[in-house]
C-alpha cells in the first residue's frame, strides 16, 4: 500500500516594529508597527508566493478532484490580508470553495500563549476557530500550535478545547526509531481540574474530544522541499517531481507529512528554481502510481480507532532549528526579559477592558518577535544568521523594550473596567502553578 | 647609547631565532620529515610611536603587531623615530641618537606649507605626542624628513626579507630602506589624512600618503572601510589591498579604585568617551548625546577622557548647554585610571567620524562594558553584539544608551556575547595573516 500525502503549509507574517524611540513612550497614540514595511514585505511575498502559489494549486485542485491540501493561516495574516491584501484572501477563499482543502486551528496571535498563559492560550485559539469559520465557513478539527511547539500537556488541552488532531514535529530523540508515518497517540493523562474548567469556560469548539491523533512531521522529506530543492551542493540536486515521489513511496507507511512554511514556494525557493513546476508535477505523477493525498482530518478518520504508538513528549518540542526546542524563541536573556515582560502585562491590560490595549498587547506576543532577539546564530562571523528586518537581536530588543514601556504605561493609566471576580483571580493563580509545572523541563535544562 | 643598543638588538635577534628553531623542532616530531618547515622571514618594520610613549591607537596597534609575527615565528627589528620603544625580548629596536641627529641636515618643511596654528593642529590630529613633537623641535615635517634621512643608517647591518611600515610618516623611511636592502615593501594603513580630517585633507600629507602607497607592493589596511577609502580618496587599485583587522590581546592589570569616589560612586549610570578630543573623534557628538539624554534623564554622568586640542571649544560648548555638572572631562589618563573608568562605565560610546578601526572598542568590551560604535568605523566590521549607529544620528545614539542603562538584560547580553570577538580577533590570529602576506611576497 502506497502512504498518503498529507501536505500542510504554514503561512503567517507578523507586525514588524517601527524605529521606536524612548522619546514617544506616554504620549498619546503611539503606533508600535512599521505599516510601511509590513505593507511592503505583504506585497512582495504576494507577487511571489501567495498569489502565484494559490493560482497553481487552484489549476492542480480542479483538475485533480482527489488532490487534497491543508493550511494553517495564523489571525495576525488574516489581519494584514485585510490591511494589504484583500486580493490574497479572495485567492484563499477560491481554494476553500473547491472543498478539498482544510483549515487548521492556531493561536491566533502566532504566540507562544500554550507555555506562557492558558486562558491567552484559549482565548487565541477560540478568535482564531471564530475568524476561519467567518471567512472560509468550515470549522477546524485540527490544531496546529506556534512553529509546531509540542508537548504531551499541549495535545491534551488541545483534546479538551475539542480538537481530534494535533500537529508535531517527528523529532528523532522521541521517535526512538520508528517511523513518523503512522499517527501516534499522546499518553493519557488528566489534567488539574482547574485547567480544564478554565478550558471548558473557553472551548472553542463545541465539546472536548475523546480521542487524539498527532500528526508528526516528516521532517527529512519535508525538508528536502522546503530547504535543499535548489542548494546545488545537495546529492539530491537537482530533484524531480518522480524521483521525490520515488522516496515517498520507498517511506511507506500510512501518511507522509510533508509540513513547511507556505513561503517556500516562491519566495525561500524563488520560481527560477523550478519550484512551481515541481509542485505542479506532482499531483500527475502521484494520480500515475496510486499515491493518494489527504488532509489532516482525513487522516484522522480513516485511522479511526486503530491502535498507534506513543509519542510521549515530556519536554517542549518544536519544528525550529537543529535542536528542535525553544531556544529559538527563549534562548537567552533579552528574550526572556521580553516574554517575561509581555506576559506579566496580561493582567493589567485585560483589566482596563480596552479593546485597543489588549489588541497591541497581542500583536506584541507574535512569536517572531522574540525569534529576532535570538542570537543563537549570531555568533561573530556566522553566516547562518537569521533572517530578521531589524539589523540585530539588540535593536529587535531596544524597539520591543520601548513598545512595552509604553503598553505598560498605557494599562497602567488606564480606567480598570474589568475588576476581576473571585473567579478570575483564582483562575489566574491555578494556572501559574499549572504553567511553571508545564515549563519545568525546560527551565531544568537551561540551568 | 647606539652601539648598547646595537648590541642588546643582535643578542635578542640570536635569542629569537633559537626560539624560531626550537618550534621547528618541536614541529619536527610532530610532522612527516619531507614537509619542509616554513620560512623563517625577518621584516624590518619602521614605526612612529610605540608604548609607553604612544598618544593613540597606532602604537597599541604597532605593538601588538610586533609581539604577533614574533609569536608567529618572524623576526622583528623595528626602528622607532625616538628612544621610547619598550624593551622586550626578542624584539630588536632601534631609532637614532642624539649625534646621528645632529648630523643631518633636513630643511624645515612647516614654513612653506601651514601657519603655526594649523601646524599644531595638524600635529596633534596626526597622533604625535606632545613629547615626541618636543623631542624633534615643534617641526612634525622636519622629524619625518630626518627619521627618513636616517633610515638606512640606522638598518644596513640587517638583512631584512621584507620592509613593513606604518603611516604616512614612515612611508619614505620605508620606500628608502626597501630600495637599499632591495625587499619587498609593505605599507600598512592605520589611518588616512582623510579620517584625521572630516574629509578636508592637508594636501601636503595626503600627498605623501599617496606617494607611499604607489610604492609600496603591498598594502595591509585595517579594515574594509579603510580599503575602501584607499580606493575612493587614493585612487589605489583595490587587489593591491589586503585587509587584516587589528587585533586584541588583553592584559589584565588590577584596576584602581581611585576614580569611583571621584565620579560619585557607583548610583549615578555613567556614560564614557575615551579618545583623543579631536574632530575625527567626534567628541562635539558626545555632548550632543549628552544633551539629549540628560533632557530625559539628569541622573546620568557623563565623562570625556582624554585630552586634544578641542578641549577648550567642548568645556565651552558643555557650559552653553548647561551641562557643566553632569559631564565631566578627566583629561589624559594613565592605564589603570583607564581601566578603572572602563570598568565603573555602564556604556561606552564611540562617536567617530571616520574610524579606520577603532581599537578602543575591543577595550571596553574586555573590560565587559557594553558599546555603541559609529557605523562609520573598521570595527563595526567585525563587532556583531554591538549598537552601531551613524555618526550623525545623536537621537538615536541617546536611544540606544538609555535603553542599555533601563535594560539590565539587554547590558547582560550585550556584555557576555562579545568578547567572543576577542578570542578570534588575537594578535597572534592577526599577525598570522601579515605572515601569509610576506609570504607571498617574497616567493
Given at each position: ?21 524612548i ?15 509590513n ?21 492542480l ?5 482527489a ?6 493561516l ?12 484583500t486580493?490574497?484572501?479572495a ?5 476553500a470553495a ?10 491566533y ?13 484559549c ?28 508537548k504531551?500537556?499541549?495535545a491534551?488541552?488541545?483534546r479538551?478545547?475539542g ?6 514535529e ?10 513518523p508515518?503512522?499517527?501516534?497517540r ?13 478550558i471548558a ?26 530547504f535543499?530543492?535548489?542548494d546545488?551542493s545537495?546529492?539530491g ?23 513547511m ?6 519566495e525561500?525557493?524563488w ?5 512551481f ?17 489527504a488532509?489532516p ?5 480513516a485511522?479511526a ?9 515530556h ?9 528542535r526546542?525553544?531556544?529559538a ?9 521580553a ?13 482596563t477592558?480596552d479593546?485597543?490595549l489588549l ?13 529576532h532577539m535570538?542570537?543563537?546564530y ?6 547562518h544568521?537569521?533572517f ?10 531596544r524597539?520591543y ?12 493609566d488606564a ?14 493563580e491555578g ?12 527551565a531544568?535544562?537551561?540551568? | 647609547?647606539?652601539?648598547v ?5 643582535n ?14 623542532i618541536?614541529?619536527n ?5 619531507n614537509?619542509?618547515?616554513?620560512v ?14 604612544h ?10 603587531l ?13 626602528v ?5 620603544g619598550?624593551a622586550?625580548?626578542?624584539?630588536d ?12 641636515n633636513?630643511?624645515?618643511l ?19 605626542p ?7 623641535g615643534?617641526?612634525?615635517g ?6 627618513t634621512a636616517l633610515s ?6 640587517t638583512?631584512p ?18 630600495r ?10 592605520h ?9 578636508h585633507?592637508n ?14 607592493d ?28 587589528n ?7 588590577e584596576?584602581?579604585d ?10 549615578r549610570?555613567?556614560v ?5 578630543l579631536?574632530?575625527?573623534k ?12 540628560h533632557?530625559?534623564d ?7 577622557a582624554?585630552?586634544?586640542p ?14 557643566q555638572d553632569?559631564?565631566?572631562?578627566t ?12 570598568t ?5 560610546v564611540?562617536p ?5 578601526f ?11 562594558t557594553?558599546?555603541i ?14 549598537f ?9 545614539m ?7 542603562l ?19 580577533l588575537?594578535w597572534?590570529?592577526?599577525a598570522?595573516?601579515?605572515r ?8
Amino acid at each position: 500500500m502506497t502512504p498518503n500525502i498529507c501536505f500542510y503549509f504554514q503561512v503567517h507574517q507578523p507586525y514588524r516594529l517601527r524605529d521606536l524611540r524612548i522619546t514617544e513612550i506616554g504620549r498619546d497614540g503611539v503606533d508600535y508597527f512599521d505599516h510601511a514595511k509590513n505593507g511592503a514585505i505583504f506585497r512582495k511575498v504576494a507577487e511571489k508566493c501567495y498569489l502565484p502559489a494559490n493560482a497553481l494549486m487552484l489549476e492542480l485542485l480542479r483538475q485533480y478532484p482527489a488532490f487534497r491540501i491543508s493550511y494553517s493561516l495564523s489571525g495576525v495574516f488574516l489581519d494584514q490580508c485585510e490591511e494589504y491584501g484583500t486580493d490574497v484572501l479572495a485567492s484563499f477563499q477560491a481554494l476553500a470553495a473547491t472543498g478539498q482543502v482544510e483549515f487548521l486551528a492556531e493561536t491566533y496571535y502566532h504566540s507562544l500563549a500554550s507555555i506562557r498563559s492558558l486562558p491567552e492560550f484559549c482565548d487565541q485559539v477560540s478568535m482564531h476557530v471564530s475568524r476561519i469559520q467567518e471567512l472560509f465557513g468550515k470549522t477546524p478539527r485540527v490544531f496546529r500550535n506556534t512553529e509546531l511547539i509540542y508537548k504531551n500537556e499541549i495535545a491534551q488541552m488541545a483534546r479538551e478545547m475539542g480538537f481530534e488532531g494535533i500537529l508535531a514535529e517527528g523529532a528523532d530523540h522521541l521517535l526512538a526509531g520508528r517511523s513518523p508515518n503512522e499517527p501516534f497517540r499522546p499518553p493519557r493523562f488528566d489534567l488539574p481540574r482547574d485547567v480544564s474548567r478554565l478550558i471548558a469556560d473557553h472551548r472553542p469548539l463545541t465539546k472536548q474530544s475523546n480521542d487524539m491523533l498527532i500528526l508528526l512531521k516528516n521532517y527529512r522529506l519535508s525538508d528536502d522541499v522546503a530547504f535543499r530543492f535548489s542548494d546545488r551542493s545537495w546529492i539530491g540536486f537537482p530533484l524531480t517531481a518522480d524521483t521525490f515521489t520515488d522516496w515517498l513511496i520507498a517511506g511507506g507507511g500510512f501518511c507522509v507529512n510533508l509540513f513547511m512554511d507556505y513561503e517556500t514556494f516562491g519566495e525561500h525557493q524563488w520560481a527560477d528554481t523550478g519550484i512551481f513546476e515541481f509542485i505542479h508535477a506532482l499531483p500527475r505523477i502521484w494520480r500515475e502510481r496510486g499515491v493518494g493525498t489527504a488532509t489532516p482530518s482525513q487522516i484522522v478518520d480513516a485511522w479511526a480507532s486503530r491502535q498507534t504508538h506513543v509519542y510521549d513528549a515530556h519536554a517542549v518540542i518544536s519544528w525550529a532549528d537543529i535542536e528542535r526546542d525553544l531556544s529559538a524563541w527563549l534562548g537567552n536573556r533579552i528574550q526572556h526579559a521580553a516574554v517575561d515582560g509581555i506576559y506579566g502585562l496580561e493582567q493589567a491590560v485585560k483589566e482596563t477592558g480596552d479593546p485597543e490595549l489588549l489588541r497591541s498587547w497581542r500583536k506584541l506576543q507574535t512569536s517572531d518577535h522574540f525569534y529576532h532577539m535570538s542570537t543563537k546564530y549570531w555568533s561573530d562571523g556566522d553566516v547562518h544568521k537569521y533572517f530578521s528586518p531589524y539589523e540585530s537581536p539588540y535593536e529587535a530588543y531596544r524597539r520591543y523594550s520601548h513598545a512595552l514601556c509604553d503598553l505598560r504605561q498605557r494599562a497602567a493609566d488606564a480606567p480598570k473596567t474589568q475588576v476581576p471576580g473571585r473567579n478570575q483571580a483564582s483562575i489566574f493563580e491555578g494556572l501559574r502553578r499549572f504553567l511553571s509545572i508545564l515549563n519545568t523541563p525546560f527551565a531544568i535544562r537551561n540551568s | 647609547m647606539h652601539h648598547v643598543s646595537n648590541f642588546y638588538g643582535n643578542l635578542i635577534v640570536l635569542k629569537s631565532q633559537e626560539i624560531w628553531y626550537n618550534h621547528e623542532i618541536s614541529c619536527n616530531f610532530s610532522q612527516p620529515k619531507n614537509i619542509h618547515p616554513p620560512v623563517a622571514f625577518h621584516t624590518l618594520m619602521f614605526g612612529w610611536e610605540y608604548p609607553p610613549l604612544h598618544s593613540g591607537g597606532l602604537g597599541v596597534a604597532c605593538q601588538g603587531l610586533v609581539r604577533g609575527l614574533m609569536r608567529n615565528g618572524v623576526q622583528v627589528t623595528l626602528v622607532l623615530p625616538h628612544a621610547s620603544g619598550q624593551a622586550e625580548p626578542g624584539l630588536d629596536i632601534r631609532f637614532p641618537t642624539d649625534e646621528q641627529c645632529a648630523t643631518v641636515n633636513v630643511p624645515s618643511l612647516l614654513q612653506p606649507y601651514d601657519g603655526s596654528a594649523s601646524y599644531r593642529n595638524r600635529l596633534s590630529a596626526a597622533c604625535v605626542p606632545q613629547e615626541v613633537g618636543e623631542l624633534y623641535g615643534q617641526d612634525l615635517g622636519e622629524a619625518v624628513e630626518r627619521f627618513t634621512a636616517l633610515s638606512v643608517e640606522l638598518t644596513k647591518n640587517t638583512d631584512p626579507d621584507v620592509v613593513h611600515c606604518h603611516d604616512w610618516m614612515t612611508y619614505d623611511a620605508g620606500i628608502r630602506a626597501a630600495r637599499h636592502h632591495e625587499r619587498p615593501l609593505v605599507a600598512h594603513v592605520h589611518a588616512t589624512e582623510f579620517d584625521r580630517t572630516d574629509f578636508h585633507p592637508n594636501e601636503w600629507i595626503a600627498g605623501r600618503e599617496r606617494h607611499g602607497l604607489l610604492a609600496a607592493d603591498r598594502i595591509i589596511a585595517v579594515s574594509g572601510y579603510t580599503r575602501n577609502m584607499l580606493v575612493q580618496h587614493y585612487g589605489i587599485p583595490e587587489d593591491k589591498i589586503a585587509v587584516v583587522h587589528n587585533g586584541h590581546d588583553a592584559e589584565r592589570i588590577e584596576a584602581t579604585d581611585i576614580l569611583q569616589s571621584q565620579y560619585g560612586g557607583t548610583e549615578r549610570p555613567l556614560v564614557l568617551f575615551l579618545g583623543r578630543l579631536t574632530v575625527q573623534k567626534n567628541p562635539w557628538q558626545f555632548l550632543e548625546i549628552a544633551h539629549r539624554i540628560h533632557a530625559i534623564d539628569p541622573h546620568v554622568q557623563f565623562v570625556l577622557a582624554g585630552d586634544g586640542p578641542m578641549l577648550g571649544t567642548l568645556i565651552e560648548r558643555t557650559c552653553d548647554l548647561g551641562l557643566q555638572d553632569t559631564v565631566i572631562f578627566t583629561g589624559k589618563l594613565s592605564q589603570p585610571e583607564v581601566r578603572s573608568l572602563f570598568t565603573r562605565a555602564n556604556c561606552f560610546v564611540m562617536p567617530s567620524l571616520s574610524e579606520p578601526f577603532g581599537l578602543v572598542a575591543l577595550e571596553a568590551i574586555a573590560h565587559n562594558t557594553p558599546v555603541i560604535i559609529s557605523r562609520q568605523s573598521g570595527v563595526a566590521e567585525v563587532l556583531d553584539h554591538a549598537f552601531k549607529v551613524d555618526y550623525w544620528d545623536a537621537d538615536k545614539m541617546a536611544d540606544c544608551i538609555l535603553t542599555i542603562l533601563r535594560e539590565k538584560p539587554l547590558a547582560d547580553q550585550l556584555v557576555s556575547e562579545a568578547p567572543g570577538i576577542l578570542r578570534r580577533l588575537s594578535w597572534q590570529n592577526q599577525a598570522a595573516h601579515v605572515r601569509s602576506i610576506y609570504h607571498q611576497l617574497i616567493q
